[in-house]
């Protein structure tokens, strides 16, 4: 499985940015994607994911409201639309491949552990 983010970049507080994850080698429609993101000096956060089989999805509590996971039937990539971006959403966004996990529950979709195939990222800077 081979993940590749693109889209981050710079944006103003209040802007918006969308993050795109192509896959290949897996797809979609059978399992779930991840995004996770990671600022300089803090542990890795689990912030949505979605399933293929459903479109069910989760929003960590941090982003719900603002971020929107997605994704368009039979295309096998899976966005992130970031919305009234804050500072603090600066970070590393990657998006990610579970092993065995069977929802979008938050104790799957917060843990990496579940998590065994990672694109290499895209970096998103909020000013104020």
């Known amino acids: 499985v081979v993940l590749m983010e693109s889209g981050g970049g710079l944006a103003q507080a209040g802007g918006s940015r969308r993050l795109s994850c192509a896959t290949s080698?897996?797809?979609?429609?059978?399992?779930?994607r991840g995004w996770f993101r990671q600022a300089p000096g803090k542990a890795r956060e689990g912030i949505a994911c979605?399933?293929?089989?459903?479109?069910?999805?989760y929003s960590a509590d941090s982003v719900k409201g603002r971020f929107t996971i997605s994704n368009v039937h039979g295309n096998n990539a899976v966005y992130l639309q970031l919305n009234s971006l804050k500072p603090e959403d600066t970070a590393v966004y990657y998006c990610?491949?579970?092993?065995?996990?069977?929802?979008?529950?938050?104790?799957?979709?917060?843990?990496?552990?579940?998590?065994?195939?990672w694109g290499r990222g895209t970096q998103v800077t909020v000013s104020a």
């Open positions: 979605i399933s293929g089989v459903d479109g069910s999805t």
């Open positions: 990610a491949e579970p092993g065995a996990i069977s929802s979008v529950d938050a104790k799957y979709c917060n843990n990496g552990y579940y998590w065994h195939s």
């Open positions: 080698g897996i797809m979609f429609e059978s399992g779930y």
